[in-house]
């Protein structure tokens, strides 16, 4: 197993392909040490596991048609403009007869198919998708291909799992929360699903035992349930966590489920289902303390919104998209509001189109039930087209950094000063500490030719107590450390052992540039997290030693220092600034790759140093081993900040469709930092804050989320199910693939519209030759106002928007013309905006991007 820490993913993906020729499929968005799932697509036996789909419509599709009679809600392209209800009905006895006739359906095909032949049947899958997973040989999967009933069979894959102070970061006590009626009613009646390693029932973030006037509430329309099991005991769910299954069939199948790793139950044996899911919707107020150390208290940012859990991804070894499937199904067929996926393929889906894979088929029949989908973009940046998230009707979230700091630092006797990292108190206030590096501090029998890594401190066995006794022990930070074959865990409790007052790891130069997370620790200590600082500490260090002059031997350490505490936080950083491992746009279209007329982060939001509730059972974090809280990074903790606030946005309005609900995020967010300056990104892993540049439209997406502006967004962008379909439809060659997926024929649908057709609040379009028209339709959702539009074009581009200022009543609707000239060739990417700009305060932010340009 290869750990890789801090690296970037990329760099870990490009170890897999280099070195083992394996496929990594979906990944974990969490920056920390994972592990490459490298050998779990290889089928067991000849045998593999299949996602077979049939011609016949599922559930969900039955019930549109239903609702959409009894609704009078209209077909076609008027579709745009108006907002779906969501179609949230009581599941009534009927659907899960339906379901259960749809599974007997599949057995019995299954059974005609493979007369007395050995299969196993994982999932029947009704709600979203009518299908089943099953374990057959190639022959046999072959044959169930060419039934007359089954549209499609594609082999599963595998996949990986990838706050105290955001809510203040994000303006929500005095804006969104205040909006709501104050965080004791923030989110109230939303249910937001989580499809993940599944969560800690224990934690007090997600009790509802809360002694306020406002009990929780019971949710109104979920109808799902909590399994009971020995580790997930009747009574883990309440009217906080609401739902709670595990879905493992498919890694059970293959006998790749180890008991003694995780839990076949919800209950979360790894951390990341936890952290994720009290981001979004953890109780307010609950205190957190790491470390024997009281950060402040955490709250999630929808804190009274109701959680339900859909396990589908396991400890160390990550998941199958069929497992996954199964859980959006359910969670769909369970009417949630929202889902939320810190999960994305690392690799990009094979065929006509990156859209047509089984989890985004199965999100846009979700979509189509009036859910609002969640995905984290991936930590693959920072690189072009590092996009692990693909289609339209996915709101895809990229990390940026906040504005807290700890910052600790170590003060030497020469009076210099060097900053450093760690969530660590400082030494006695006024007292210099004698410094003594672990090389110096060995057992007489222990010479560093016996043990090259004596110096990372991990064995106190090997020093000598009476030398490192009241001392500050210097330990050596070396790129074991990232990847996981040492711990600063480990060198504190040797510390600990020799009673040394306190530890200092300078950094060794092979692990120079790369960001490091505060890490707690339990004594005085710090990481000097720069070569050139630590270069100036040993210098120091080695200046003071005095030796004997005939023997060399050291007779006197003579450096002294002290340590200032990294517990006490700051706000002075410049933020946000986009993540260098936040996965950056284009989005791919396909595997050539071509780049698709869709942008792609949708947004970005904190995902840098996020506290947040763990389970003190995890393993999943060294660091954060039996601690109730752990400070998270990477995309997979932005896209939950996004799914609380998205739920702030159902509870105002509940008639949003989820197209509606991106719209309101993505024309209101902002394109400034703190220092109001324009937001940056950081373009490498290695020294990160030393390249940057500000961010485009492939970083940020719209910008950075504004949730108080987001609750009144003025001007709404709409775009249906059948616009998505024809967005599809226009794939050139896509017909086949939109019939086995979807069960529905493109010469139903317009396929002659381009990706930039869509009414999205975005334009995007890979390559402009010579002129394209575009249009976008808006509707009011706020009083009458009149909004005047300016713009800026893309290098090589002029732009011309029509009308340039137009009055727009309460519910009317606005199309705006936008033509584009190409004026130079160029096939770097351009970006500029349109803006309207309201009369009463709305100001509607729309980016641009342009690739390729082609000239007369
Ligand atoms: C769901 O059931 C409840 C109680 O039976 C009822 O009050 C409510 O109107 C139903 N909702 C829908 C959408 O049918
Ligand atoms: C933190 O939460 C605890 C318990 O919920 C409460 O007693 C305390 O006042 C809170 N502290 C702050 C600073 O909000
Ligand atoms: C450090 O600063 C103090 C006070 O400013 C001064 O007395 C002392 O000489 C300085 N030491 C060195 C090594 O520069
Ligand atoms: C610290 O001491 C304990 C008890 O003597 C021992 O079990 C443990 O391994 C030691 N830890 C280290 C890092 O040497
Ligand atoms: C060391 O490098 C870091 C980043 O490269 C920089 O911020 C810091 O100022 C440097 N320190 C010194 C003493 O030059
Ligand atoms: C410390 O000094 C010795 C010689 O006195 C030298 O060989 C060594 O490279 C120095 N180490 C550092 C880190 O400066
Ligand atoms: C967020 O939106 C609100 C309301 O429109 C505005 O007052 C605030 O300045 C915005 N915040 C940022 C950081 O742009
Ligand atoms: C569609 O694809 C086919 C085959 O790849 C190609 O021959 C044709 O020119 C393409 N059509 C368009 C409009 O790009
Ligand atoms: C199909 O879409 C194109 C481009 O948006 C539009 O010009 C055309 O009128 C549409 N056709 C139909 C039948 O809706
Ligand atoms: C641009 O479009 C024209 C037709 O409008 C076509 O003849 C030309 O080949 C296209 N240029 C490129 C580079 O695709
Ligand atoms: C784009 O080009 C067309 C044809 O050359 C011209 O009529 C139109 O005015 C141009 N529009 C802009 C915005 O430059
Ligand atoms: C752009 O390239 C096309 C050929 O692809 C050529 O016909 C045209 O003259 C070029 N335009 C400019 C402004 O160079």
């Known amino acids: 197993m290869f750990g890789v820490g801090l690296l970037s993913k990329t760099q870990m993906d490009n170890t897999c392909e280099a070195h083992l020729g394996v496929l990594c499929f979906l990944g974990m968005l969490l920056i920390m040490p994972s592990s490459c799932q490298d050998d779990l697509d290889a089928a067991t036996s000849g045998s593999a596991v299949y996602i077979v789909t049939l011609r016949q419509a599922p559930i969900s599709h039955y019930q549109d048609e239903l609702t959409r009679v009894g609704n009078h809600f209209r077909h076609g392209a008027s579709g745009r403009t108006r907002f779906q209800k969501p179609r949230h009905q009581n599941v009534t006895k009927t659907d899960n007869r339906h379901g259960f006739n749809i599974a007997q359906v599949h057995d019995s095909l299954l059974k005609k198919v493979f007369k007395g032949e050995k299969y196993i049947k994982l999932y029947s899958y009704h709600y979203l998708i009518n299908g089943f997973s099953v374990l057959v040989t190639q022959q046999q999967a072959e044959r169930l291909s060419r039934r007359r009933e089954v549209s499609n069979v594609v082999l599963d894959f595998s996949v990986r799992t990838a706050t105290t102070h955001t809510p203040q970061f994000l303006g929500l006590p005095q804006g969104a929360w205040f909006q709501s009626g104050g965080f004791e009613t923030a989110g109230e009646g939303i249910t937001i699903a989580f499809v993940d390693t599944g969560i800690d029932p224990t934690h007090p973030s997600f009790s509802d035992n809360d002694k306020s006037e406002h009990p929780f509430q019971v949710s109104p329309h979920f109808s799902g349930t909590c399994e009971v099991t020995p580790d997930f005991p009747s009574g883990s769910c309440n009217r906080k966590l609401v739902g709670a299954r595990h879905f493992a069939a498919s890694l059970i199948t293959r006998g790749m489920f180890d008991s003694t ?87 990009l889906p094979s065929g006509i189109a990156t859209f047509f894979n089984p989890i985004d088929m199965a999100l846009l029949s979700a979509t189509k039930a009036g859910i609002f989908v969640v995905q984290a973009a991936g930590n693959t940046g920072p690189s072009p087209m590092s996009m692990s998230s693909f289609s339209p009707w996915i709101f895809t979230i990229g990390a940026t ?18 900053l450093g990292v760690g969530l660590a108190p400082g030494t006695s206030e006024n007292t210099m500490y004698k410094l003594i590096h672990a090389h110096h501090a060995l057992n007489n029998d222990i010479t560093v030719d016996d043990d090259m890594y004596v110096g990372e401190c991990q064995d106190a066995s090997k020093f000598n107590k009476d030398l490192v006794q009241g001392n500050l022990l210097m330990c050596s930070y070396t790129v074991r450390f990232v990847l996981g074959l040492s711990s600063i865990n480990q060198a504190i409790e040797t510390a600990m052992n020799l009673s040394a007052a306190g530890v200092v790891f300078p950094m060794n130069p092979s692990v120079d540039g790369f960001q490091l997370n505060p890490t707690p620790m339990k004594m005085p200590g710090i990481i000097i997290p720069f070569a050139n ?29 002290s340590i200032n505490g990294g517990f006490t936080e700051s706000y002075s950083n410049v933020a946000p600034k986009v993540m260098y491992y936040s996965a ?28 947040a509730a763990w389970s003190s059972v995890a393993t999943d974090s060294d660091e954060f081993l039996g601690e109730n809280f752990a400070m998270m990074s990477g995309t997979s903790m932005a896209a939950p900040h996004v799914a609380g606030l998205a739920a702030l946005i159902k509870q105002k309005f509940p008639n949003l469709s989820p197209a509606a609900i991106g719209s309101a995020l ?191």
């Open 401 to 418: 950094s906040h504005d807290r700091v700890y910052r600790n630092s170590i003060f030497l006797g020469n009076n210099v000063t060097i």
């Open 533 to 561: 600082d630590s270069k100036i500490l040993l210098e120091y260090y080695n200046s003071s030693l005095e030796k004997d002059a005939t023997s060399k031997k050291i007779v006197k350490l003579g450096a002294v220092a």
């Open 261 to 347: 790793e995780d839990c076949a139950s919800p209950f979360d044996g790894d951390g990341h289902g936890t952290n994720i899911a009290s981001i979004a919707a953890g109780n307010h107020g609950t205190p957190v303390v790491v470390a024997g150390h009281y950060f402040g208290n955490a709250s999630g940012m929808a804190p009274r919104s109701h959680i339900a859990v859909y396990k589908a991804l396991y400890k160390e070894f990550g998941g199958f998209a069929a497992d996954v499937v199964a859980a959006i199904d359910q969670a769909a067929q369970d009417k949630v509001d929202i889902i939320c996926l810190s999960i994305t393929p690392n690799r």
């Open 584 to 611: 950056r746009g284009p989005d791919p279209e396909n595997s050539i790759p071509n780049e698709a007329d869709i942008l792609k982060p949708n947004l970005v939001a904190p995902g840098s140093f996020i506290w």
């Open 666 to 856: 993505s024309t209101t967010a902002s394109l400034y930092d703190n220092s109001a300056k324009p937001i940056m990104a950081q373009r490498s892993y290695a020294s990160p804050d030393l390249n940057q540049s500000p961010a485009t439209p492939f970083d940020m997406g719209s910008g950075f989320v504004n949730a108080t502006a987001a609750l009144n967004p003025g001007l709404l962008f709409d775009s249906s199910y059948d616009d998505y379909m024809s967005f599809l439809c226009g794939i050139n060659g896509s017909a086949s693939a939109v019939l086995s997926y979807t069960g529905q024929n493109c010469l139903v649908f317009n396929s002659t519209e381009y990706g930039s057709d869509l009414n999205l609040p975005s334009i995007t379009i890979a390559r402009l030759n010579q002129s394209r028209v575009v249009q976008r339709t808006i509707q009011n959702i706020a009083e009458s106002e009149t909004y005047s539009v300016g713009w800026s074009s893309p290098y090589g581009v002029s732009v011309k928007v029509t009308p340039t200022r137009f009055s727009i009543d309460k519910g009317e609707t606005q199309v705006l013309s936008v033509i584009f000239n190409a004026t130079t060739n160029s096939s770097i990417a351009s970006f500029g905006r349109i803006g309207l700009f309201g009369n009463q305060g709305h100001v509607v932010n729309i980016p641009v991007s342009i690739i390729v340009k082609i000239s007369l």
